[in-house]
Structures are given as C-alpha cells and as structure tokens.
C-alpha cells in the first residue's frame, strides 16, 4: 500500500494485545522494508531487564526496525495494575515517576555497556570485562520514542536523547487548541534536543484519526460526522487534559483541513489510528484512501 510503517497499541488488562514483543518478532520475520513499532509500552509494567532482552531479540529479528515507543503509560483498566506485576514505587515516587525510572534504567541497559559481574566458573565462556543483557542489537538506543503529555517530559526525553511520540491528547497547559498546543510541545522538545548536543537529529510522530470518504461503507461508519472539535476531559483526578479532534471527510475537505493542523506541520512522521474492531480488510481500505486521496496533496511520503 505504501504505508512506512505499523505501530501497535500495549493495554494490561484489556481483551487486546499486551505483550508486544512475540508479535513484533513475527511480524519483524514476515516482513523487510516497514518499520515495526509500539505506541506505547507502558513502562510502570515492565523490568526493564527483562525487557531489553526481548527487544533485542525482536530488534535482531526484524533486521533491526524496531521502533519502541515508551511512557509512564495512560489510564488503565484496574486500579494500580502495576502493583500485580511486582513493582511498587519507591518513598515520595509517584508511578509516573517510577515509569520513568524503569524508562531511564531500560535505556542505559541498552547502550551495552557491561555491569554485572561474571561468574568465575561459569556454565559457558564468558568475554573478558563485565557483562551486559544479550541479545544486544546495535543501534536500538536511538529507535526509542517518548510518549510525552506534557511539555516537560517532552523536554525530559529529549534530554535523554528519546525520540518524541505525540499521540491524540496531552495535559491543557495553555487552554489553546490542541494541535497548537502539541506543536508548541514538539518545538520545546526540538529546542531541548538542541541545547543537549546530541549528534543525530531526533524523530517526532504525531496521532491521528483521518477517514477520508470514498465509498458507501465510510459514509455508513463516519458519515454522519463524529469528533470534529478537540474534547476536554480528566484522565487522571485534577488534570485537565484537552483530546485531539478527528478528521472525517471527502479527500479534497480533508487535504484543507489537515493543512491547518500546526502539529502535523511540525512532526516528521504521522500515526494514523485505526479501528481494529471492524476488521483488516476495511482497515487497510481506510489507510489506502489516506494514501491515495489524501497524503500525494500534502507532500507526505
């Protein structure tokens, strides 16, 4: 179809996929050219070990495309579901910190350096020096993206040399627009990126929901309009947080629109969000017509 890549949704607790990495593996030995993604691995979940193991694994798999976006996560269907899996945070933490703890550890581990101490009569030969999680796949480090929902973590993973995931909601810090606000957040991360002196330049993606109508069957799904204005809502008690609107309308409405979205100007790449509960075969219609009808007028590759 043309599209660069596909990126999957990570929910604990839910009647869906959560643990992505036996899925990116397969489809990393199915496929050779598209990029192979999450959006987002909740990290309050994970050992971040354990977890570099996998993605190695995956990454080496796949020929090295994997795409890892990460986060402190968003919000879940019990209360504290980290808890079950045997984390707990640390005195003062909160769980969003201790996300980003797990986040910072699963990043040093994967620079490859050695850390632990070998074994002097080890079941096999050990390399000289410390040791470090195998498999290592050179060059993951920097396929890490950053789920970010405020301007500061998105200033904190630049800091980190994290790329930057935007997706279809952020906290209102200004009471604008969303995509206004989600621009000004990328350019606060691209100025952070900068003043830190990283040597490569950072990615940034952007989520939306985009249905172009072009047969019977999106007029009957989308037709009658759906969430054309941003939504204001609490995901978590006390945080306002303001919901991208979505976009649903005949290609050449569309092209217009999107030109007025300040974010999607901003990133580099866009995720386009797909309703997976009406089936492969009108999803991949869905993201053909963006393809077609939609991405050729806004120079999109």
Known sequence: MGADGAYFRVHHFARQLASPFPLLAAVGAKTSRIEIGTAVIDMRYENPLYMAEDAGAADLIAGGRLQLGISRGSPE????GWRYFGFNTEDGESDADMGRRHAEKFLDVLRGKGFAQPNPRPMFSNPPGLL???PYSEGLRDRIWWGA???ATAVWAAKLGMNLQSSTLKFDETGEPFHVQQAAQIRAF???WKEAGHA??????VSRSIFALVDGRDRAY???GGQEQDQIGFIEENVRAVFGRGYTAEPDKLVEQLRGDEAIAEADTLLLTVPNQLGVAYNAHVIEAILKHVAPALGWR
């Open 190 to 192: 691209r100025a952070a």
């Open 77 to 80: 269907q019990v209360i504290d």
């Open 200 to 205: 490569r330049t950072p990615r940034v993606s």
């Open 222 to 224: 989308f037709g009658r």
């Open 149 to 151: 929902a405020t301007n």
């Open 132 to 134: 470090r999680v195998e």
